[in-house]
């Protein structure tokens, strides 16, 4: 049902937008460009030295599980050179299709086309009326291994969209990639060398970051809904058992059963922000909370 409604409502927005088009006479900005989250902003910015407007779909603060973007949104995104796309977030489950029909001339990277995906129930509706996005993770921005393989991409569709840019571009994909590389190896030492290989989380956030550095994640939330009691007690047992050490929390989500286990089960909890904009601070604050939290 949500679906059916989501297409409803984009065939409105694109209806009011055409229409706020013809009568224009103009369609299109050279500098604007459109991405899902605040993180692609980050590369955007550092690959173009900020020369481009960036509209971003899932603003600080929401939840991009079940964020609708507002018609201003659609309409700057109407004005868009490009769109790069996660893949597989809530909104674009029901609109990365048919974003096309808001500009025929609009050219679109879709990042999840390019990496290897993880199954899982992730991207919903909490309130248990959207379906997952085709039963895959989204976040794959939060591993820098994957970053590795997708920086190159957006390098390209920068470069195809705005030529003019070139120099600058290249010459800032060679400084950020070596910057996420660094990332990556530290990441990697320390992953390599933690006493513990276990945490909690809310919300399965670090899934492709928990695969590419074999650590073991273990999800509070099931299929987007709260813990049943039986569940609930099984996790309070499991983190006594296997002595973990933390519980990673997100501000934008319900998390009063992740307070209960960490006050049953006498463990810490964590705020992470995986939407944060600057995508190299963030991941090296997760790699200092690892070498805290998962070391004696």
């Known amino acids: 049902m949500q679906k059916i409604i989501h297409a409803t409502q984009l065939l409105a927005i694109v209806a009011v937008i055409t229409l706020a088009a013809s009568c224009s006479g103009a369609r299109g900005s050279d500098n604007t ?10 590369f955007v910015d550092v690959l173009s030295d900020s020369a481009l407007k960036v509209n971003v779909m899932v603003p600080p603060g ?33 609109w990365l299709d048919r974003l096309g029909e808001l500009n025929k001339d609009m050219k679109l990277l879709n990042l999840s ?27 794959i921005w939060l591993s820098p291994k994957v970053i590795t393989e997708l920086l190159p991409l957006m390098r390209d569709a920068l470069i195809e969209s705005y030529p003019e840019l070139k120099a600058t571009i290249e010459a800032n994909y060679s400084k950020l ?20 290989r276990s945490f909690m989380i809310f919300h399965p956030a670090l899934t492709y970051l928990a695969r590419d550095y074999d650590l073991d994640q273990r999800v509070i939330e099931v299929d987007g809904k709260e813990p049943s009691p039986a569940y609930l007690a099984s996790l309070i047992e499991s983190a006594k058992q296997d002595s973990i050490k933390v519980i990673f929390i997100q501000q934008e989500y319900d998390v009063r059963n992740a307070r209960t286990i960490a006050k049953e089960a006498g463990i810490d909890l964590v705020v992470i922000d995986p939407m944060k904009y600057d995508w190299v601070e963030n991941i090296n604050e997760l790699n200092s909370i690892f070498q805290k939290y998962l070391n004696e």
């Open 33 to 42: 460009i459109t991405v899902s989250i605040l993180p692609q902003k980050y």
């Open 62 to 94: 929401a939840s991009h599980s079940t964020y609708s973007p507002t018609t201003r949104q659609f309409k700057d995104l109407s004005d868009s050179r490009l769109y790069i796309g996660i893949g597989h977030l809530g909104y674009e489950t029901a």
């Open 113 to 139: 086309d390019y990496t290897e995906l993880i199954a899982g129930d992730c991207d919903h509706d909490h309130e248990g009326e959207d379906e997952h996005a085709h039963g895959i993770d989204p976040h």
């Open 177 to 196: 990639m070596a910057q996420i590389e660094e990332t990556d190896a530290a990441m990697q030492a320390t992953c390599e060398n933690l006493s513990y």
